[in-house]
């Protein structure tokens, strides 16, 4: 409840793919009771208010059933915010329209396994050195770009920036999960990936096609929005 008994939508804001240090991580916003906004467009509007990357509608806790959204679309696959819903609700199978995603805790890491079929389409462009990667502007919207360069090709060591370009306000994605699985699928390869500020991911390809994908997540605060 909030101050004036209004009933409240509590919001966990999440940081996923943190780096060594627990900074850094692309923000997510976690609404455990999906069903306190039951329709779309009312999800679409808290996701545009909140700002962040993505976030979470939890529609059954135990099912693990889940609802994604960006500030201006509603998303059947992202990569963080599986990742950070599945260490918040602490469960082993997450439930979207695509499949089953299955997940587990090693150590600070939570690990999901999915299929890189399931993102959606990214430009992968790769530039010729991490500090190429670095200098980069951010591109006017239009194209989905994700830049990377090797830092150690020898260890898979990858330096990654992030442009969605969808003109909502999120110029540059601090650490994309779904992207992350597209550059592995390409290569072939397991990837300790270094992307935005210091945030990092790390995948590995298993023999059935599917991906296995791994960050660190932080509770950073939770708010509560008046219902």
Not at 77 to 99: N, S, T, Y
Request: charged share 25%; hydrophobic share 40%; glycine share 12%.
């Amino acid at each position: 409840m909030t101050e004036n008994g209004v009933p409240g939508v509590l919001i966990d804001v999440l940081r996923v793919f943190c780096g060594p240090d627990g900074r850094h991580g692309n923000a997510l916003g976690v609404v455990r009771e999906g069903s306190a906004l039951p329709d779309e467009a009312a999800r679409q509007a808290l996701a545009k208010e909140l700002g962040f990357s993505e976030t979470v509608f939890v529609d059954d806790p135990e099912r693990g059933a889940v609802d994604i959204y960006t500030p201006g679309l509603r998303l059947p696959f992202a990569g963080h915010p599986l990742v950070g819903a599945a260490w918040l609700l602490d469960i082993d199978v997450l439930e979207l329209a695509v499949g089953d995603v299955f997940a587990r805790q090693d150590g600070e890491f939570t690990w999901i396994t999915v299929r890189p079929e399931w993102a959606p389409p990214r430009t992968l462009r790769q530039y010729a050195s991490a500090a190429e990667v670095d200098a980069l502007e951010v591109p006017e919207p239009g194209e989905w770009v994700y830049a990377w360069g090797w830092q150690d090709e020898a260890a898979g060591r990858v330096r990654a920036r992030a442009f969605p370009g969808r003109g909502d306000g999120v110029d540059e994605d601090e650490a994309t999960g779904a992207a992350a699985l597209l550059l592995t699928a390409r290569l072939g390869r397991a990837l300790n990936i270094t992307q935005g500020r210091g945030s990092q991911l790390l995948t590995a390809p298993n023999p059935d096609g599917t991906i296995d994908l791994a960050g660190r997540v932080r509770l950073e605060r939770t708010l509560t929005r008046e219902g």
